[in-house]
């Protein structure tokens, strides 16, 4: 017979109402009589039902995703799998606030994180660059008891709880890996990203140059050029790379910028005879596979992405463990052969 909290005011010698307190995390309970309770629920191995109990109090949790304000067809995916999961946790009294913020503005980043607890919030799942304001702004939170989630990617120098999403230095590895056999031979390797800003981007290029420097020393990797998420300036940056680089073979696109990295390609008549890797099986990465004109996309699962980040923020807020398998983000290489179905969303695109 599992022990209960009267089972444990029995063992310590106290009230029920002191047992609630300690249990509860409430103040007013002496440091001695908060281990004599604490002492009791280890002999008695008492396992505490946090859903019962938040359930008893009629407790709801607010948890808010901050996501960057952009066209990015990532992030759509992003939204349309936060939709569902919302919809989903609702039974389990759970409710998704969604924020967005400009892609490059820190200080308006920083503004939106110091609303939250003023909303009532209990947790949030950010997906952002790590910056000096982004740091304090999730250093105060952190203060306030809020637990906070990185999101695709890392915030690694914060406070932040947890980072749910893949290890993207093992993903730029993969990639290097892919890009390496795909050329078989001598070349150039133009890299494309967002911003290296984005811990994601980091970590993908770090992993991309030591296996392509360990395993392919023919290839040059240059250096890599940024697009800030504006379609029309990769297009320009790419051409004028292609153009002046008579040997490149190949592109490693860090982030977004499928579509217009597609474009270009097909305004130079390259798309053919360009390897070209990248990451996240958006709609338009898909086309590209489609047409041939994108080898390989390493991504992940974006529903399990956004289950994984609620259901660490819950166990956060109920101080409970999390179960590190379960919330472990797997990454997978989808090629033109090997491309899942295609969704009702992603038909109508």
């Given at each position: 017979m599992r022990p209960t909290v009267i089972d444990i005011a029995k063992e310590a010698g106290v009230s029920l109402a002191t047992v609630d307190r300690v249990l509860n995390e409430r103040p007013g309970v002496r440091a001695k009589t908060v281990q004599a309770v604490q002492d009791a629920i280890i002999r008695l191995g008492y396992v505490r039902d946090v859903a019962a109990a938040?359930?008893?109090?009629s407790r709801t949790y607010r948890m808010a995703f901050v996501l960057p304000d952009t066209e990015s067809q990532f992030v759509q995916t992003l939204l349309e799998?936060?939709?569902?999961?919302?919809?989903?946790?609702?039974?389990?009294?759970?409710?998704?606030?969604?924020?967005r913020f400009p892609a490059e503005d820190p200080h308006a980043l920083a503004a939106i994180l110091?609303?939250?607890?003023?909303?009532?919030?209990?947790?949030?799942a950010l997906m952002a660059p790590e910056t000096p304001i982004v740091r304090d702004a999730i250093r105060s939170l952190h203060q306030q008891g809020m637990a906070i989630v990185a999101l695709v990617s890392d915030l690694p120098n914060t406070e932040r709880d947890h980072f749910v999403g893949i290890d993207n230095v093992a993903?730029?590895?993969?990639?290097?890996?892919?890009?390496?056999?795909?050329?078989?031979?001598?070349?150039?390797?133009?890299?494309?990203?967002?911003?290296?800003?984005?811990?994601?981007?980091?970590?993908?290029?770090?992993?991309?140059?030591?296996?392509?420097m360990r395993d392919f020393p023919q290839v040059e990797v240059l250096q890599t050029v940024e697009s800030h998420g504006r379609p029309q300036v990769l297009r320009q940056?790419?051409?004028?790379?292609?153009?002046?680089?008579?040997?490149?073979?190949?592109?490693?696109?860090?982030?977004?910028?499928?579509?217009?990295?597609?474009?270009a390609l097909s305004e130079l008549d390259l798309g053919?005879?360009?390897?070209?890797?990248?990451?996240?099986?958006?709609?338009?990465?898909?086309?590209?596979?489609?047409?041939?004109?994108?080898?390989?996309?390493?991504?992940?699962?974006?529903?399990?992405?956004?289950?994984?980040a609620l259901r660490v923020l819950r166990a956060r807020t109920?101080?409970?463990?999390?179960?590190?398998?379960?919330?472990?983000?797997?990454?997978?290489?989808?090629?033109?052969?090997?491309?899942p179905a295609r969704t009702e969303s992603q038909s109508d695109l």
């Open positions: 938040n359930l008893a109090r799998a936060l939709d569902l999961a919302g919809r989903m946790a609702a039974s389990a009294r759970t409710e998704i606030i969604l924020r110091s609303r939250l607890a003023a909303d009532d919030i209990a947790g949030v993903a730029g590895r993969t990639a290097a890996v892919l890009m390496g056999r795909f050329l078989a031979g001598p070349g150039q390797v133009i890299v494309v990203g967002q911003s290296m800003l984005l811990r994601e981007s980091i970590e993908r290029r770090f992993g991309f140059d030591q296996v392509m940056i790419v051409a004028e790379t292609l153009s002046h680089g008579s040997n490149v073979k190949g592109i490693y696109l860090l982030g977004v910028g499928h579509r217009a990295l597609s474009e053919q005879r360009m390897v070209v890797i990248g990451h996240e099986l958006t709609p338009h990465a898909r086309a590209a596979l489609e047409t041939g004109r994108m080898d390989a996309v390493i991504t992940q699962n974006v529903g399990h992405l956004v289950r994984s109920d101080r409970v463990p999390i179960d590190e398998g379960q919330e472990q983000i797997r990454i997978e290489i989808v090629i033109r052969e090997n491309l």
